[in-house]
């Protein structure tokens, strides 16, 4: 019996080393080359390629973009969902309605993200048509061309997409909660506001740490899409992201073993938040 068990799971494990670990090493392999594509003749350059990254200004500017687009999207992101999720568990009027509504940006890809929010902030879009028909056309402006508002803008994209995502997550979560402890809070006398924060948030603490590791490790790694579809990293490189500039090194400018090592910095961070998200919010039941 034993045997049989460890012969049906060998395929999957397989699968891990092949398509996970594989993979992995490669990245860390390539960091240490001077490789300009991955079928190129390449030579070992030790840690040339991190003293390069470290000492690039482009690197900086899209650590620190990493660190505002992660420190602030992540945490808005949890708390508002799991607030809207909470509102959905109290079904209210329209809750069926509600959850398809909230659910709706995660049917969407990507790419048709991307054009929404190009056809509201373009110079011609909606919120700039919007402002100049109230007689604002001091706040126009051309939100991806500007590098004070671009990074914003992104950070707008992902909540948008993430929020109600999350709030369907969140729903089903407290709908497994026993209802007698929420009931026992009001007769307590907690209002919805204490019972949210003090009861429920308490009770499904660890499936938030879950989701809040899923949405760093989702923005850290993989915002490279939503700044190339709405800005190429311009305008210059004010809203490169870290994710981003390993696209652009090897993609546009046909250097994998810089990019490579942005990728391992990439994996240090992600591994590193992960953990500390996982002890700051790990369930002490």
Known sequence: MRRAAVLLAVP?????????????????????????????????????????????????????????????????????????????????????????????????????????????????????????????????????????????????????????????????????LPTEVIDASKLDGCGNWRTMWYVAFGMVRGFVGVVAMLQYLWTLFLSATTVLLLTRGGPGTSSFTLSFLVWSKAFQQSDIGYSQAVGVILFVLGLAGTVLIRLGLRSRT
Not at 34 to 56: E, Q, W
Not at 62 to 71: L, R
Not at 79 to 94: A, E, Q, S, T
């Open 12 to 176: 999957a494990f397989v699968w891990y080393l092949v398509f996970l670990v594989g993979p992995l090493v490669s990245v860390f392999f390539f960091s240490l080359t001077d490789a300009s594509t991955l079928i190129a003749p390449r030579h070992l350059v030790g840690l040339d390629n991190f003293s390069t990254v470290l000492t690039d200004d482009v690197f900086w500017t899209s650590a620190k973009n990493t660190a505002i687009q992660v420190g602030i999207v992540v945490p808005v992101m949890v708390v508002l969902g799991f607030m809207l999720g909470y509102y959905l568990f109290l079904r209210p009027p329209l809750a069926g309605l509600l959850r398809i509504l909230f659910f709706t940006s995660a049917l969407l890809s990507v790419a048709t993200k991307a054009m929404i929010f190009y056809a509201i902030l373009a110079p011609d879009g909606l919120v700039n048509q919007g402002l100049g028909g109230l007689g604002l056309d001091g706040l126009r402006n051309n939100w991806l061309a500007n590098p004070d508002t671009v990074l914003p803008v992104i950070m707008a994209t992902d909540l948008w997409a993430g929020v109600g995502f999350l709030a369907v997550l969140f729903s089903a979560q407290l709908t497994a």
